[in-house]
T-cell receptor, first 119, second 117 residues
Framework: GAVVSQHPSRVICKSGTSVKIECRSL??????MFWYRQFPKQSLMLMAT?????????EQGVEKDKFLINHASLTLSTLTVTSAHPEDSSFYIC???????????????FGDGTRLSIL | AQTVTQSQPEMSVQEAETVTLSCTYD???????LFWYKQPPSRQMILVIR??????QNATENRFSVNFQKAAKSFSLKISDSQLGDAAMYFCAYRGHYGGSQGNLIFGKGTKLSVKP
């Protein structure tokens, strides 16, 4: 089945540093990837939609200069949290959508998430 | 805009018993898809069951089944013969027609299910 690999699974870093999270579709091509943020005991909130070869579409209230998204190939999207602060601490999950008709059956395949802690 | 509402923050069920999780949604679209995802403590998102709105027949996957009421915009999940491994957060999700929304999912706030031995 389709597998999405998200790396790293856990990051702890100092305030002010930038953190890059990778999301890879291992055995399929993903023209569209999604980045979600999940606070403790809350639901997933869509941050942005990443399309291969074009600029990401950000949801209202998400700072595009803060959360840089790059989708340079059909199998890789990256999220960079720039100049991270403690309030950026959260659980970040990516997902990838299969191309064509398969997307109707299972719309997205999720990575295992990244727990980001900013000290 | 579409919304998904899960009115039960927490539910509890005895092992081997049956439990129903509620979900309602709001949309003006006629063609869409509905899903239930399970998120165990590992935080991995696992697709449990899916329903296409144009299908009247309720979806079933082993011990999991849904009660899809399109007119009422209701999509509840029934778990039969509950097992300890069913304990998790359950999210109801909506996805609009492919052409309109790029396929992104809209999630409810989730229901935390506990299973008592």
């Amino acid at each position: 089945g389709a597998v999405v690999s998200q790396h790293p699974s856990r990051v702890i870093c100092k305030s002010g540093t930038s953190v890059k999270i990778e999301c890879r579709s291992l055995d399929f091509q993903a023209t569209t990837m999604f980045w979600y943020r999940q606070f403790p005991k809350q639901s997933l909130m869509l941050m942005a939609t990443s399309n291969e070869g074009s600029k990401a579409t950000y949801e209202q209230g998400v700072e595009k200069d803060k959360f840089l998204i790059n989708h340079a190939s059909l199998t890789l999207s990256t999220l960079t949290v720039t100049s991270a602060h403690p309030e950026d601490s959260s659980f970040y999950i990516c997902s990838a959508r299969l191309r064509g008709g398969q997307s109707k059956i299972q719309p997205q395949h999720f990575g295992d998430g990244t727990r980001l802690s900013i000290l | 805009a579409q919304t998904v509402t899960q009115s039960q923050p927490e539910m509890s069920v005895q092992e081997a018993e049956t439990v129903t999780l509620s979900c309602t949604y709001d949309t003006s679209e006629s063609d869409y898809y509905l899903f239930w995802y399970k998120q165990p403590p590992s935080r991995q998102m696992i697709l449990v069951i899916r329903q296409e709105a144009y299908k009247q027949q309720n979806a079933t996957e082993n011990r999991f089944s849904v009660n899809f009421q399109k007119a009422a915009k209701s999509f509840s999940l029934k778990i039969s013969d509950s097992q300890l491994g069913d304990a998790a957060m359950y999210f109801c999700a909506y996805r609009g027609h492919y052409g309109g929304s790029q396929g992104n999912l809209i999630f409810g706030k989730g229901t935390k299910l506990s299973v008592k031995p």
